[in-house]
Antibody
């Protein structure tokens, strides 16, 4: 069964850091791009950033709201991607989803179940 | 950034009746490679989003054929030929032409 499983969410104080993981099973992550998408309570979907695959030089891109604070990385040998979040703000509170990008279809093909990040004092 | 605008934002539908959602982008989603990078996603209550339509008009694997996507350039539409109870949720269009990728506000489909 194909799965993406996020972990690492939790409660953190403003200004703190958190590192999310996205582990793939049932398929090889190395051929895919990975995006992170977040959703605040009762709100819509917001793209956070993406990291391309090795063939595309692992290039990264970020939403303006997280540039300079969030960093994407991946370890294809572990079939896992990561989102390092620093200088967290209350407005970063959301469910964070990872998704695999299929280059042929140009779409987010697989999605994880999401992990909740709460930034609060 | 490319702005995605959906309408309506709320869509009450009687089972068996058709439904349609419009999505407009602030600039053309046609890439130089000939592909149009417009996707439709459905987020059912309590679930993660799932892809319905990719590259404007292609149904993703396992998506019922009552769902269809159309459009080009900046104007797109998702149609459901006969709504079923399991179609309840929030529908999002998303442009994948350039980063930052952007979503529409979402259209909440509910059963009358």
């Amino acid at each position: 069964e194909v799965q993406l499983v996020e972990s690492g969410g939790g409660l953190v104080q403003p200004g703190g850091s958190l590192k999310l993981s996205c582990a793939a099973s049932g398929f090889t992550l190395s051929g895919s791009g990975i995006s992170w998408v977040r959703q605040s309570s009762g709100k819509g979907l917001e793209w956070v950033g993406r990291i391309r695959n090795k063939a595309n030089s692992y290039a990264t891109a970020y939403a303006a709201s997280v540039t300079g604070r969030f960093t994407l990385s991946r370890d294809d040998s572990q079939n896992t991607a990561y989102l390092q979040m620093n200088s967290l703000k209350t407005e970063d509170t959301a469910i964070y989803y990872c998704s695999s990008y299929n280059y042929a279809s140009g779409s987010f093909h697989y999605w994880g179940q999401g992990t909740l990040v709460t930034v609060s004092s | 950034d490319i702005v995605m605008t959906q309408s309506p934002l709320s869509l009450p539908v009687t089972p068996g009746e058709p439904a349609s959602i419009s999505c407009r982008s602030s600039q053309s989603l046609l890439h130089s490679n000939g592909n149009t990078y417009l996707n439709w996603y459905l987020q059912k209550p309590g679930q993660s989003p799932q892809v319905l339509i990719y590259l404007g008009s292609n149904r993703a694997s396992g998506v019922p054929d009552r769902f269809s996507g159309s459009g080009s350039g900046t104007d797109f539409r998702l149609k459901i030929s006969r709504v079923e109870a399991e179609d309840v949720g929030v529908y999002y269009c998303m442009q994948g032409l350039q980063t930052p990728f952007t979503f529409g506000q979402g259209t909440r489909l509910e059963i009358k």
